[in-house]
């Protein structure tokens, strides 16, 4: 397996749902072939804020980005960033947000849907704005990058469980139904991914309380799961809890690129989880 890496960012899974609920992905960790361990969010709980953090590896109060409502973009290092500074071709298929932190802000609904200039932070893009836009289609958008543009670097973030847990809250059949359905999806991605060489991450920027919100201090809203699937990764069921904030230089380590100046470095409870070398 390369240093290549495929991000899954499932907006607003918690992570005992995922546990229940992800069968095909707890089957590779029972398989010895995935890595899983949990992570509490930074606060605020809140998706733009919490993208950042998971790609820039760097808090609220230190990047300004505190808020749904920020709408500007980032001025941190990024994956994104790193990436290209380091040769590495990256793209994502994510919700528009994403582009406005490090492409483009305000989103552009007419031009920016798909990007594709080696210049911009994010070299390749396909971006959506409805949040109920089909998981299956998001995924199949990534694929369809990963296809044709060959990236070192994916990142795939999906909206539909969020989506869903706002309607229905988080202990309903529906919020349930479609972490099961991105599950299926991605039991047949990830053979795919796995025989061409890239490693695979899967996480949540957050979690989801039973009245469908977000925001708070809860573990339901803050706890959400990491599975990794990686030779650089010790495959097994890790019992401490990491820190969000660690995300972003532990992807620098798995894409085996130096880490930017703000990013934490990883204390010997994360170190633990990497195979020697």
Not at 66 to 82: D, I, K, Y
Not at 111 to 135: A, C, L, S, V
Not at 154 to 175: A, P, R, W
Not at 187 to 192: G, N, W
């Amino acid at each position: 397996m390369s240093n290549k890496l495929i991000i899954v960012m499932v907006d607003g899974m918690r992570d005992d749902m995922a546990r229940d609920s992800l069968g095909y992905i707890e089957h590779l960790v029972d398989s010895g072939l995935a890595a899983r361990t949990t992570v509490k969010s930074e606060l605020p709980s809140l998706s733009r804020p919490l993208y950042e953090v998971l790609l820039t590896g760097t808090p609220s109060s230190e990047n300004g980005i505190t808020a749904n409502s920020s709408v500007r973009m980032s001025g941190q290092e990024s994956l994104f960033h790193l990436t290209k500074e380091n040769g590495m071709v990256n793209a994502s298929a994510s919700y528009y947000w994403v582009s406005e932190l490090y492409n483009r802000a305000p989103f552009d609904f007419q031009h920016d849907r798909e990007q594709k200039n080696p210049e911009n932070t994010i070299q390749h893009g396909k971006f959506y704005w409805e949040d109920d836009y089909p998981d299956s289609h998001l995924l199949m958008d990534g694929e369809i990058l990963r296809q044709q543009e060959n990236p070192d670097f994916l990142y795939i973030h999906s909206m539909n469980v969020d989506d869903t847990g706002h309607k229905f809250g988080s202990n309903s059949k529906e919020y349930r139904n479609k972490i099961l359905r991105m599950d299926n999806y991605l039991s047949e991605l990830i053979p795919l991914w796995r025989k061409d060489g890239y490693q695979i991450v899967i996480t949540a920027d957050h979690g989801m309380s039973e009245w469908g919100l977000h925001g708070g201090t809860t573990d339901e809203e803050r706890m959400v799961p990491l599975y990794i699937i990686s030779e650089s990764v010790k495959k097994s069921r890790f019992e401490s809890v990491m820190p969000q904030i660690l995300f972003a230089p532990l992807m620098c380590r798995l894409l085996e690129i130096p880490k930017s100046a703000k990013m934490k470095k990883l204390p010997e409870s994360v170190m633990s989880m990497l195979e020697k070398k």
